[in-house]
């Protein structure tokens, strides 16, 4: 009976490894594949196996010990894998002085309300296909990107990159350009705005995440927050959590570009004649959006937020395609490229990757670059639903210094689970009661 067997890491530490073991009979027409038993690898060589007993609970291989709480074999592994995440972050990394986030695509997939949803590229090229098939197939035989035969392809065997196709588009057009593959390209972008176009819904991951994440004691600088999305989900979940977002855009009407602003901080000033003290308050965090946005707009040569309609053609958005590369040397996205770049270089830093999968060159090179530079910058990259991969250039340098770093830690894990687990910091807690203690012992002595 031809079994086949294939493994996948939910976990990569160099302290833990956590590994699922599926098997599936291939003799059988319909067979899914089964979760045949749970592998951990510890750093000091240790490694135990779990399987299921006849009641479908986790055991110990070795022993046919139970696991407790009594539950099932994924269950088991999920709950080792957080254990071990959220221990990093309580203890490890709950005094790490900058926290600074990289929000990827991932982190707005099937997120979003009524029939638009957040989608993968991939995701993206279904939609095409499913909205406008014609336009899409010209753009395949205009590139060359696939054979189309009778005007068709096939659409069990291709490969769906709508940022390669868009690239092999834009290149044919540069070299002899013609109006019905602009109007194809603009088509394309049109869409990508439209299924970009994301509701916050209720009970987002963002606004779970940022209420955890962003509350810090005051003496810890800032988190800051890079997405490559185009949505406005952290700024959505922002308002809906009352934080104050400092984005580069000025505080007056029209809110206009100013990479000075990133500078800048909030403070509460209470002056009184018992307390003359100056305060950061407390939620507030700095938002880059290195692609730009849905909502930025050029105007008289400058980039302005915008709540109407836009035009394409006057969108502030780097569209998917191989040049973005080339983009981030542009204002405002060099400013934002230049600001993640510093904000990598302090010491004693936390990168969370979010839904990145460390296939963009231009952002994959600054972090791997950086972590060779800065031996005090540690990472957490989430990705779903395995670890981030290894095939291209960039994944494998990555996974090469998880080898040999226990600072790298990749974990198989949604941004929606990642939030509910991500543990409230403890030091703010802590610092917050000695504050009000502080507070309440100076009321007593001035009332003595």
């Known amino acids: 009976m031809p079994i086949n067997s294939q493994s996948f890491t939910i976990l990569k530490n160099q302290n833990r490894t956590i590994n699922l073991l599926f098997e599936k009979d291939d003799s059988e027409k319909d067979a899914v594949p089964e979760l045949k038993s749970v592998e951990v690898y510890y750093g000091s060589g240790k490694k135990d196996i779990f399987i299921e007993d006849e009641h479908h609970n986790a055991i110990l291989e070795l022993d046919g010990k139970s696991v407790e709480p009594p539950v099932g074999l994924l269950q088991h592994a999920n709950n080792l894998k957080r254990q071990f995440y959220v221990n990093l972050l309580q203890s490890k990394y709950n005094e790490i002085e900058h926290l600074v986030i990289l929000s990827g695509a991932g982190s707005s997939v099937n997120i979003g ?43 069990k065997t291709i490969v769906k990159d709508l940022e390669h196709l868009l690239s092999l588009a834009g290149m044919r057009n540069k070299v002899q350009e013609t109006k019905q593959l602009s109007d194809d390209i603009l088509t394309a972008k049109e869409l990508i705005t439209k299924y970009c176009t994301l509701e916050l819904p209720d009970q987002a991951p963002h606004n779970i995440f940022l209420n955890k994440a962003v509350l ?10 890079f997405t490559l999305n185009y949505d406005t989900l952290y700024e959505q979940a922002a308002a809906k959590e009352r934080f104050t977002v400092i984005d580069g855009f000025t505080f007056s009407t029209p809110r ?14 209470r002056h009184n004649r018992q307390d003359k003290t100056d305060s950061t308050i407390s939620k507030l965090f700095y938002l880059f959006k290195m692609h730009g946005s849905l909502n ?19 969108r502030v958005m780097v569209f998917p395609q191989d040049s973005k590369y080339e983009h981030s040397y542009e204002q405002p996205y060099f400013e934002m490229m230049a600001r993640f770049q510093q904000a990598l270089r302090v010491e004693n830093s936390l990168l969370i990757t979010i839904g990145f999968s460390f296939l963009d060159k231009h952002i994959s090179s600054v972090i791997l670059e950086t972590l060779k530079q800065n031996p005090s910058l540690h990472l957490i990259a989430l990705n779903f639903p395995e670890i981030v991969g290894s095939n291209m250039d960039y994944q494998k340098e990555l ?40 507070f309440n012992l100076k009321k007593l002595r001035e009332n003595k």
Request: with cysteine.
């Open 113 to 155: 309300k009524a029939d638009i949803l957040g989608k993968t590229m991939a995701g993206l090229w279904d939609k095409m296909a499913e909205v406008n098939l014609a336009c899409l197939t010209r753009l395949i035989s205009e590139t060359k990107y696939a054979e189309v035969k009778d005007g068709k392809f096939d659409p």
């Open 216 to 225: 810090r004691p005051q003496k810890f600088p800032r988190v800051k927050v």
């Open 256 to 269: 206009t570009f100013n990479g000075k602003y990133f500078d800048y901080d909030i403070i509460e000033t």
């Open 296 to 314: 930025w707009k050029f105007e008289n040569k400058e980039v302005i937020q915008f709540d109407g309609p836009i035009n394409t053609k006057e």
């Open 399 to 438: 996974h090469s210094i998880a080898d040999l770093q226990s600072r790298i830690t990749l974990i198989a894990e949604t941004f929606d689970a990642f939030s509910r687990n991500y543990p409230e910091n403890i030091a703010h807690n802590r610092i917050d009661l000695l504050e009000e203690l502080n």
